[in-house]
């Protein structure tokens, strides 16, 4: 079992910047898929981003695309989120998911919140205009 902790959320306005973080506590498989997602209020969660964690690849919402970088350390065990040109409409909560394997990377299963097993609490982002 693993245990995500993300950190790094705030407020800033818009075209500010921020970069969160996910640490991994427990033992974690090389091959993974790990992902952030948002949530705002009254809304669906949403993927924003994915890392396969054997092969580096990366994936993005159409919506962030060219915004966001995700990546993580050598180590494997902590993943960034970083946000640029935030925009009032990427308010929301952010989780870290994990899941064991790096099928859901390679496709667009990531996209799924139903796909992963593993969760943080999640940290607020609120950006105003």
């Known amino acids: 079992q693993v245990r995500l902790v993300e950190s790094g959320g705030g407020s800033v306005e818009a075209g500010g910047s921020l970069r969160l973080s996910c640490t991994i506590y427990g033992y974690a498989y090389s091959s993974s898929c790990m992902a952030w997602f948002r949530q705002a209020p009254g809304k669906q969660r949403e993927g924003v981003a994915a890392?396969?964690?054997?092969?580096?690849?990366?994936r993005y919402a159409d919506s962030v695309k060219g915004r966001f970088t995700v990546s993580r350390d050598n180590a494997k065990t902590t993943v960034y989120l970083q946000m640029n040109s935030l925009q009032p409409e990427d308010t929301a909560m952010y989780y870290c998911?994990?899941?064991?394997?790096?099928?859901?990377?390679?496709?667009?299963?990531?996209?799924?919140?139903?796909?992963?097993?593993?969760w943080g609490e999640g940290t607020q982002v609120t950006v105003s205009s």
């Open positions: 890392i396969d964690g054997g092969s580096g690849s990366t």
């Open positions: 998911a994990y899941e064991r394997g790096s099928t859901y990377c390679s496709g667009n299963g990531w996209r799924s919140q139903w796909n992963f097993g593993n």
